[in-house]
């Protein structure tokens, strides 16, 4: 039986490589790039005879770099982007990868393109990567609604070689945000007599806003000012003249812009407006006399599958030739109430330098809203900033904020107090169920003569705090109500 002995090396004497083979081949493995390599085989049998074979040599080519990353997913500069079910994916190749060279991933995240980070695993040799992972911190719950994030992928081949792709960015979908077609072209149809736009909803829950592409058109002599009008129906057929029932209505303030500007239809503040999933629904937008254009969709095949665009004749609703769809976006969520503190006495507590109150909630998910119990004792009147912490309330302010909104300043309220909503749902902080928050406010200064209300200590998972400064925790509890929602998929 004949047995190889394997030398290879850069230069003499050959050092051993693999001895005792049974098999006229061997892998050496990787080699240096753009190196000249000797070898030898050494052939013996099993009487101890051996027979050396010549020296031959060879040189390893140079390294490619390897090509650029490409193909993101999300898409560069997308938007809508699903805040708990958004994988990044792309695509990457090298140059060498035929003859055994293979290619390793750095996933770079941030809000900041100026300070990317790496967040995945050392030596990734997958193409895709969850960006609610990161290498040092445990797994998020989810992305923030709204935010616009940015990501590059650095791939690294077996010699070290590197090539950074460029930065690619995405923009998270805001908060319950459910059907939408924001491809808009231009101009179309006028308020004046009604337009609207036929949907799908695609879960059960309630209608909060409808957000519209809309512009004001100026005339020689213009109207008066006037509201635009939008109403959410309920239709029996995708066909609106088959027959619809009005679920509610709100109104868009007047306004005089001459180009397109994404407008707020509120629907938090009249009746609920339930929706349910895959029922079809009209959104109507009408005018008497000022005239406003919605914006249309941007060709003539229809971007938003599950409806179109409408128009009245003064006889009939009809579609647009070709098939055209509005821009709007649809959103909703629940709002689940969770901690309070019930409202019995007319005492309160002047803001001063600051007040808190901690909590604990009991749902895990978004927080939508706190309504909190304020009086206003003179006429000065001043926003209130209120802010959600983890933990009890920080000295610094400045830092550790999960979420900030304001409340605009109301009048004197002439020794009652009135329920004020501080309304988180454009960014909600995601709050983990049985852990203690703060809710702070604050106002502008001195000359306020704000307070909250507050009782004896009656809340269990929490207490008020005053800041004197510095914080001091007291035995009382302020009177609040907070409003929780699971977060999207």
Request: proline fraction near 7%; charged fraction near 20%; include cysteine.
């Amino acid at each position: 039986m004949i047995k190889y002995d394997v030398y290879l090396g850069t230069s003499s004497p050959l050092p051993e490589a693999k001895i005792g083979l049974t098999a006229t081949y061997y892998n050496p493995g990787i080699l240096i790039e753009n190196q000249d390599y000797y070898w030898q085989i050494v052939a013996h049998d099993n009487h101890g005879t051996l027979k050396n074979g010549p020296v031959w040599h060879f040189k390893t080519r140079a390294n490619t770099d390897p090509n650029s990353p490409s193909d993101p997913n999300p898409i560069n500069e997308s938007t809508d982007a699903k805040v708990n079910k958004t994988i990044m994916s792309w695509n990457c190749s090298d140059p060498d990868e035929g003859i055994g060279d293979k290619l390793t991933y750095e996933v770079l995240f941030a809000k900041n393109p100026a300070s990317l980070y790496m967040i995945s695993s050392d030596n990734w040799e997958n193409k895709y990567w969850n960006p609610k992972e990161n290498r040092s911190t445990p797994i998020l719950p989810r992305l923030d609604y709204n935010t616009t994030y940015y990501w590059k992928i650095k791939a690294t081949d077996i010699y070290s070689d590197s090539t950074d792709g460029p930065i690619w960015n995405f923009r998270t979908a805001g908060k319950g945000l459910d059907q939408y077609a924001t491809y808009g072209a231009g101009d179309y149809l006028s308020t004046v007599g009604g337009i609207g736009q036929t949907i799908v909803a695609g879960k059960t829950e309630d209608l909060s806003k409808i957000n519209l592409s809309l512009k004001s058109m100026f005339t020689p002599s213009p109207p008066p000012p006037e509201n635009i009008t939008v109403e959410i129906y309920q239709c029996i057929t995708h066909n609106p003249n088959d027959g619809m029932f009005n679920l509610g209505k709100t109104k868009i303030p007047d306004f005089t812009l001459g180009y397109y500007v994404w407008k707020k239809a509120d629907f938090t503040s009249s009746k609920k407006v339930h929706l349910f999933k895959n029922r079809t629904y009209f959104i109507k937008l009408y005018t008497s006399q000022k005239n406003y254009l919605w914006q249309y969709s941007s060709s003539d095949t229809s971007p938003y599958q599950n409806g179109s665009a409408w128009f009245y004749n003064g006889l009939k609703w009809n579609t647009t030739s070709p098939p055209r769809d509005f821009t709007f976006a649809t959103y909703l969520w629940s709002f689940i109430h969770d901690q309070f503190c019930s409202d019995t006495l007319s005492i309160g507590q002047n803001i001063g330098n600051g007040l808190a109150q901690t909590f604990k909630p009991s749902i895990q998910g978004d927080l939508m809203r706190v309504n909190l119990s304020l009086e206003n004792k003179n006429d000065v009147i001043q926003d209130i900033t209120v802010r959600i912490y983890s933990g009890t309330p920080p000295e610094d302010l400045s830092k550790g904020t999960l979420a900030t909104t304001t409340i605009k300043g109301f009048p004197n309220t002439a020794g009652k107090f009135v329920w004020k909503q501080a309304n988180f749902t454009d960014k909600p902080p995601y709050l983990y169920r049985g852990q203690t928050y703060s809710i702070v406010i604050s106002s502008g200064g001195g000359l306020s003569e704000y307070t909250w209300k507050i009782r004896p200590n009656s809340y269990l998972d929490g207490n008020a705090w005053i800041y004197d400064p510095p914080w001091d925790s007291t035995s009382n509890d302020f009177i609040f109500s907070t409003y929780m929602d699971y977060i999207d998929n």
